[in-house]
C-alpha cells in the first residue's frame, strides 16, 4: 500500500480542505489561497480548495458570479438564445426536464421554460424538481401533495382510485394490463382502464 503526502490547507484556523501533495506545488497553493481569499470576498462555499482548482463544480454556490464561476472552472460561452447563461451542460436547456440549482435562473430562462411548471408551485419543495411533472407517479409526500399539484398532474390517475394500494403506481393506465391483483380490481379501475375488455 504506498500512501501519497497530504497536506491539510487551514484558512484562520478552520481546515478547508485535504490535498494530495503531488496534485499541487506548494507555490500554486499558495497562489490559490491568496486568490480566493482575495478575489472572491462574498463567496461563501464549504470547499473553497474547489475554486480554482481546473474542474467545473457546476451549482450554486460554486459556479455564481460571487465564486467567479468557480474560479474560472466554469468560464464559458453563453448558451444559445441566453446570452447570460454559463452552464457546463447547455444541452440541458430546454430538454424537457427542471434540473434546478443554476439552470433555473431567469438568466437561463428557468431551464428553457423546463422550470415554469415547478416554478409556478410556489409551496412545493422537493429536492427533485425534474420529477415533477415527469409522466410518473412519486405517490408519496412531498411529490403527491395538493402543494406539488399532485407530482404536477402525473398522479391525478392514481389518486382517482382512493381504495387502489399498489407498489408501482405508475403502472396504473399506462397503456399495459397488469393482469393481477390488486392492479385488475375494482379499486383500481381494473389497472386505470388498461385491462378493461
Known sequence: LHLKPILQLVLCGISIGVIAMS?????????RTTLFSSGYPDCHVDYPHWIGNGH?????PYNTAEC???????ERNPVDGYP?????KPDRIGDGRCHGSVYNTAACGFDGGDCDLYNGLTN??????????NGYCNYY???????????????????????????APHLI??????????????DCGFDGGDCDL
Open 124 to 133: 412545493c419543495h422537493v429536492d427533485n424538481p425534474h420529477w415533477i411533472g
Open 141 to 167: 409526500p412531498p411529490w403527491n401533495t395538493a402543494e406539488c399539484a399532485f407530482d404536477g398532474g402525473d398522479c391525478d390517475l392514481y389518486n382517482s382510485y382512493p381504495g387502489c394500494h399498489v407498489l
Open 173 to 186: 393506465g399506462d397503456g399495459d394490463c397488469n393482469d393481477y391483483p390488486p392492479y385488475n380490481t375494482a
Open 56 to 60: 467545473c463544480d457546476d451549482w450554486s
Open 23 to 31: 496534485s499541487f506545488s506548494f507555490d500554486d497553493l499558495i497562489l
Open 68 to 74: 467567479g464561476f468557480d474560479g474560472g472552472d466554469c
Open 84 to 88: 447570460d447563461c454559463f452552464v457546463d
